[in-house]
């Protein structure tokens, strides 16, 4: 009803802040669909306020990160989840076992990022049988949308140096980039 109100003047600019907090799963999708095809028929340019991810990931072409009453990060959403720079993005975006795992008593920790390439291939299966070397998953984040994965992977590797060195190659030559220690490496180079 407030969404009908509002539309009722014919802005050119609808401010929803926190408009699917406390919604049950299902109310949230139809009000992100509404929000969305809105955007779409009717060219309003929709801001919202949320401190849901999902929310943003789901209907947001553009993201601001306000911490402290100051914006930390802006950008297209998929170049600031895919690779937040600023600590509140890292905090907000990554899985939220990533902070406690930068070094593994027996390895060493890789963010692997998914943006849209390589979909339909079984990566980390490949990545073990092609490098014969075993990985951890300890944690992992992705999604499809429009048909392609994107979303991250947090991998424990071995600490052996070959081995490393092997997944290291295999993930630049088949294009998929990934993070040691907040230092990103970008594959087919």
Request: proline share 4%; charged share 25%.
């Amino acid at each position: 009803m407030a969404i009908a109100r509002a539309l009722a003047t014919n802005p050119s600019v609808l401010l929803c802040d926190e408009a699917t907090s406390a919604l049950d799963p299902d109310t949230t999708r139809q009000v992100l669909a509404l929000l969305k095809d809105i955007n779409r028929k009717m060219g309003v340019t929709i801001i919202v306020i949320t401190h849901e991810m999902k929310v943003i990931e789901q209907i947001c072409d553009k993201v601001a990160i306000i911490d402290r009453s100051r914006i930390a990060e802006t950008g297209e959403v998929k170049d600031v989840f895919l690779a937040p720079k600023s600590q509140i993005g890292r905090k907000l975006i990554l899985p939220q076992s990533s902070e406690s795992v930068d070094t593994i008593e027996n390895g060493q920790v890789l963010r692997i990022v998914f943006s849209g390439e390589n979909t339909n291939e079984p990566i980390m299966a490949n990545l073990v049988l092609e490098c014969r070397t075993p990985i951890n998953i300890l944690a992992a984040d992705t999604k499809t949308l429009d048909g392609k994965s994107y979303g991250q992977m947090i991998l424990e590797i071995p600490s052996d140096e070959a081995a490393k060195a092997r997944i290291e190659n295999y993930l630049r030559t088949h294009g998929i980039t990934y993070e040691e220690r907040g230092q990103y490496v970008s594959g087919n180079y």
